[in-house]
């Protein structure tokens, strides 16, 4: 026979882009399930942080409740008690709450906790 099926080598390898396209295949299921939703809730989270203003009722991610006293480039300062403040790390802000409205910072997780 001269001609080969689906462009296989005569001692019946298939050719490169036949054994590479399962591996692209998988890489491309990774990126879609994985990497873009963590992108997406990173700058949901960093918007969060940037939208965040004094008085604002907050959520760390130690769960501990505070007013957000002052607020600095990295850092804010969160009253947890009368007349008790801690200085914390933007990053551990996981909530804010502004009046009966809660901006979760991680909503699809907590929907996962809520189901289990």
């Not at 001609?3 to 998988?26: E, K």
């Not at 990295?74 to 933007?90: G, Y």
């Amino acid at each position: 026979m001269g001609g080969t099926l689906f462009g296989q080598a005569a001692d019946g390898a298939p050719p490169v882009f036949v054994q590479i396209m399962p591996l692209v295949l998988l890489g491309l299921v990774f990126y879609v399930l994985l990497v873009r939703p963590e992108q997406k809730r990173r700058r949901e989270h960093e918007q969060l942080l940037g939208a965040l203003k004094r008085n604002d009722q907050v959520v760390m991610a130690s769960g501990i409740h505070g007013r957000v006293a002052s607020l600095a480039e990295k850092t804010v300062t969160v009253e947890i008690a009368p007349r008790v403040q801690v200085v914390v790390d933007r990053s551990a802000i996981q909530s804010v709450e502004r009046g009966a409205e809660k901006t979760p910072a991680i909503e699809p997780r907590e929907k996962e906790r809520e189901k289990s």
